[in-house]
Structures are given as structure tokens and as C-alpha cells.
């Protein structure tokens, strides 16, 4: 599916925001003279930075549009001091854990909810939980539909598919973060009432920590606009290095078939760029598995005289907010992951993606806001070719890609101001 990308420059496209969210402020009433409250069902896990900015992302987009707006999170999760960190940064939020009174309470008071960003329908049950138990609206914030899920190596049962498609069908609105989910949506039978590409909730994630990421860029001599950053990822995560969870000697099996293929041509990039310029580049992470697969894949078979201080590793694991404060003091970011380049593209830093099979269709989201020959299907040999050209390019032409990045950032920024008026919408305001 194609979309058209406005040439709005990135001050036009603040000030279109600012004037939206000056004529809000003092609009945000429902018409019955309550304040409309609003459930945000998010934060899945937080040993991947990704699935953390999911939930501060879409708090950011609630708060920059609605801003009077109550929102109670419902969280599955929110240890390592993340609960800290969004109360810290969304101080009017309200939190209502599982089985909390605070939680009965959101059921009897809010009016909405919102499912937030993720790789599923993450909270199906949760949703029918809602639906069944209040009978008031709810609508789907940015999700992938996948005919398997990215932890799967087989495909999701009929069944569950067909009460997936059951559950986002009664929804007021479902925003799909990829054209391709989408489609597939529609071939299965949905007919929420609204469907459309709707972005991630991570590209609006704005969480800082500004002092570890400023000892952390002075410790290792990272100037700004003067590094890039590379991030590796196996095919599966192996969450059994990290989490209580059994052996999967069939998963593991496949990373140790494509992990050499999958990193060659970042190795090779990596060269091309302390080749032929004076940039560094950071070997970080965006979950916690990521840091021993750099240092294996990237770091230790470059060439001993490539293995300066040009190159840094990071090998211990950071939250949001520092990684956030780190990527925008860069000259650009790629790697095997996602979220890490979503957050990238929301603040205007260049970012190239590689993706394969195994993922699910999320990736393709980077032709959807314009970043086609930034996505690179590493299924595809011609692709994996391509690649450290590419990112040698994005290096040697700062400006270009910055221009590039933001672009797309002001396609993704519309189509958050139009998934924000139709909450209005339904909200009644």
C-alpha cells in the first residue's frame, strides 16, 4: 500500500503540531463536561528497550494531543525501574496493575480502551476482558498482524487468528504499524469500522537520561554527529540466557545457521565507514542477549588493526532514556532491530533496518513513511549486498540522510495527529 508523503519541512511540521495542540488544551472536555478517561493496555516486557518506548511513545502522543485526557496504564509489566521512569516523566499518569483495586476502578471509570503498540494483539484476552465485563469502546493502537509471531517457528492456529480477527472487528479503530498487516487484516475478514497504517507508538517516545548518556559518550570519546550506532540481533532471541524459560534447541539451531550471514555485512560496513572517514561507531544494544552477540559477531573478528578506540562496545545493558539521549547526539544507527531505528526516525536520525523471515512483517513499515532503500531483506542476497555501500553513504552524506529521516519523521507525526483525532472522536471531545 502507498502512501503520500507530504514535503513538509521539520518546521513546518512542529509548528502544524503546536497550533493542533494550542487549539486543544483547552477543548479536551467531553461533551457532557467530564474528563475523558482513557485505559492504555501497554508495557509488555523490559528486557528489550523497544518494548519499553512502546508505552512512553504513546503516553507522549496522548499527552502532546489530548492533553486533558486522564490515562491509567495497565501494564504486564514494569520492573527495572520502569515505573519510576514513566512517573517521572508522566506525572498525572495512573497506574493499575493486574488484579489491583486501582484497576477496577479504570473498568468502572475510564470510557476507552486503548490497546497499545506491540508485535500482536498482544492483550487479546484483556481486551475481551473489557469488552465483556463494560461493554465500552476500545480501539488498537499500532500493531503488527502476523500469520505467525516473531517467537514462533510455526504458524498461528486458525483458531486464534480467526478470534483475533473477531476481537479487532469490534474495535472502534484498528491502526496496523504496517501496510502489510493491514492487507492481510482485510483478507482475513476484519471490519473494524476504521483500518489504516497507523505508526508505532515508539516513534514518539521521548524518555532521556541525559547524564548517563553524557558520562557514557565522554568516557568513550563518542563526540556528537561524530559515531554511528550498529546493533546486532540473532534470528530468535535467546530469551533462555536471560529468563527462566526452557532450552529451543530448534531456534537456537537456526541462529547458529545464520548468525555469520546475518552480521558479515555489518562487519563489512563497519569497515567501509573507519575506512574512509573519521567516524566511530558504537556496538550497542536493544535487549539484554545483544551485548555478548556484538561482541561475537562484530567485534571480535574485525581485523586486529580495525580494533582501535574508533571502535566502542558497550557490554553491559541501558534503558530508553539513555539509549534515546545517545541516538540523537549520532550520526545515524544500523542494525538487525527495530525499535531502536523506529526511536531514530521519531527524532529525525538517520536509521537503515534489516530484516528477514523470521521476523514478522513489521519491518516493511520503513517503505510505508518512505525509507524504502533504508530496508534491507537480509532473505535476500542482493539486499545483504547492498548494504554497507549503503551505510558508507548515510556516513559520507550527513545532511542528505538527515533530510532523508526527517521526511519520514513529519509523514509519521501527520498520521499521529490523525490517529489522535479520531480518539477525539470517539471520546466525544
Known sequence: MNFEIPHLTRRESLSSMGALLASMIGGAVAADGRTPKVLLRSSWQTVNIGDIAHTPGVLSILQKHLPEVEVTLWPSKIDNGVDELLLENFPK???????????????????????????????EYDVKKWREETGKPYGIYGITLPPKKSSATTATSA?????????????RFVYFRD????????????????????????FACDLRDAEKAEAFLSENGLED????????RLRYTPYWTIKDVDFDEVKH??????????????????????????????????DQTQMAVGKELLLDPLPEELKTDRIVWRPNYWLTGEAVSVYVRSAGLF?????????????????????????????????????????????IEEDVKRLPDTVLK?????????????KAQAFVEQRQDATMKQLASELGI
Not at 554527529?225 to 546486532?232: M, S
Request: glycine letters at 8%; hydrophobic letters at 40%; aromatic letters at 6%.
Open 335 to 379: 542494525g538487525n532491530e527495530m525499535h531502536s531505528p523506529i526511536m531514530c526516525i521519531g527524532h529525525g536520525i538517520p536509521a537503515i533496518v534489516c530484516r528477514w523471515a523470521e521476523q514478522t512483517s513489521k519491518g516493511y513499515m520503513w517503505d510505508d513513511i518512505g525509507l524504502s532503500d533504508w530496508l534491507f531483506n537480509f532473505d
Open 253 to 286: 539451531a537456526r541462529n547458529e545457521e545464520m548468525k555469520e550471514h546475518d552480521h558479515a555485512p555489518h562487519r563489512e560496513a563497519i569497515k567501509k565507514i573507519l575506512e574512509n572517514t573519521d567516524m566511530k561507531i558504537l556496538l550497542c544494544p536493544e
Open 394 to 406: 548515510m556516513a559520507t552524506d550527513p545532511e542528505g540522510a538527515k533530510a532523508k529521516a526527517e
Open 225 to 232: 554527529g561524530k559515531f554511528i550506532c550498529c546493533i546486532p
Open 93 to 123: 499518569l495512573k497506574i493499575a496493575k493486574k488484579g489491583s483495586e486501582e484497576l477496577k476502578k479504570a473498568f468502572e471509570e475510564c470510557d476507552f480502551l486503548l490497546h497499545g503498540s506491540g508485535a500482536s494483539l498482544v492483550a
Open 159 to 171: 483458531e486464534k487468528l480467526k478470534h483475533s480477527i473477531e476481537m479487532l472487528s469490534g474495535a
Open 179 to 202: 501496510s502489510h498487516s493491514l492487507e492481510f487484516a482485510k483478507q482475513q475478514g476484519c471490519t473494524a469500522p476504521v483500518m489504516e497504517f497507523g505508526p508505532d507508538g515508539a
